[in-house]
């Protein structure tokens, strides 16, 4: 069975940095894509920066430019750089895998809480 452990929320003021990490049970290279999505109160769960297999990244536009997405294949994790963090990013962060298998197989982490003040 397929667990993906996310660690590194809490909170900081704006501006600041906080690194998100995703520990896979198996290889990262076993999933399609990896990525990190979130969900603030009330509003639906949004897609942050993925990573696909082959290496090609996405972000949303919110994020673009603050947020790097990273594999590291040895150790199994996807983390999630966050700089310049703002109010707005503040939300339960889900790591992601998706894996096709003549169907597609979708994990999701348990979620970590960052909170950026103001």
């Known amino acids: 069975q397929v667990r993906l452990v996310e660690s590194g929320g809490g909170l900081v003021q704006a501006g600041e940095s906080l690194r998100l990490s995703c520990a896979a049970s198996?290889?990262?290279?076993?999933?399609?894509?990896m990525g990190w999505y979130r969900q603030a109160p009330g509003m639906q769960r949004e897609l942050v920066a993925t990573?696909?297999?082959?290496?090609?990244?996405n972000y949303a536009d919110s994020v673009k430019g603050r947020f790097t997405i990273s594999r590291d294949n040895a150790k199994n994790t996807v983390d999630l750089q966050m700089n310049i963090l703002k109010p707005d990013d503040t939300a339960v962060y889900y790591c992601?895998?998706?894996?096709?298998?003549?169907?597609?197989?979708?994990?999701w982490g348990q979620g970590t809480q960052v909170t950026v003040s103001s």
């Open positions: 992601h895998a998706e894996e096709m298998r003549f169907l597609r197989y979708d994990y």
């Open positions: 198996k290889s990262v290279f076993s999933f399609d894509a």
């Open positions: 990573v696909t297999r082959g290496g090609s990244t």
